[in-house]
């Protein structure tokens, strides 16, 4: 227990500090290493080979996903994107139809579009899975472990990936600013594929 008490104190001070370090980036150097991001991602196999894709709408504290998204519909690809059921720590990975959908949505007290509980969508998981999940977090290390905001949607989310089927291939998408050397891990937290950062190289130390 005092073990997993340590995890959760260093969990926590980590978030305050991250979330500090993501206040100061101004919003030019937001979108310029946003921009860099999405042309790592557009020219990675593993984006080009895949077509069920799942995609975060991005918060202001995080990398900027809508020109990633333009290219999903532009490439034929098939959009996912979360919505959180906030009670609990469940979420479902819902198509989406176009990028113009998404001003339409809703907005959730995060204020983050989603659409509504119901609102009837296809989910992945019952429609044949994903090739690919795109992780928002607040922080990384170089070994693919991530710092989420702590309601576990994401980890609980690829167990049932696990559950049905096998594990897409998962790509946190982070500014330089959000790697850490080290980040905190209890055994619930599953770790990333591939971090890509503005100075990332092509694969993960192991």
Known sequence: MAAAAAVSGAKRSLRAELKQRLRAISSEERLRQSR???QKVLAHSQYQQSKRISIFLSMPDEIETEEIIKDIFRQGKTCFIPRYRFQSN?????????LEE???????????HQPSESDAREEALSTGGLDLIFMPGLGFDRHGHRLGRGKGYYDTYLQRCLQQGGKPYTIALAFREQICPQVPVDNSDVSVDEVLYEDSAASLES
């Open 90 to 98: 469940h979420m479902d990975m819902v198509k989406l139809e176009s």
């Open 102 to 112: 998404i001003s339409l949505l809703p907005k959730t007290s995060w204020n983050i």
């Open 36 to 38: 860099l991001l999405t």
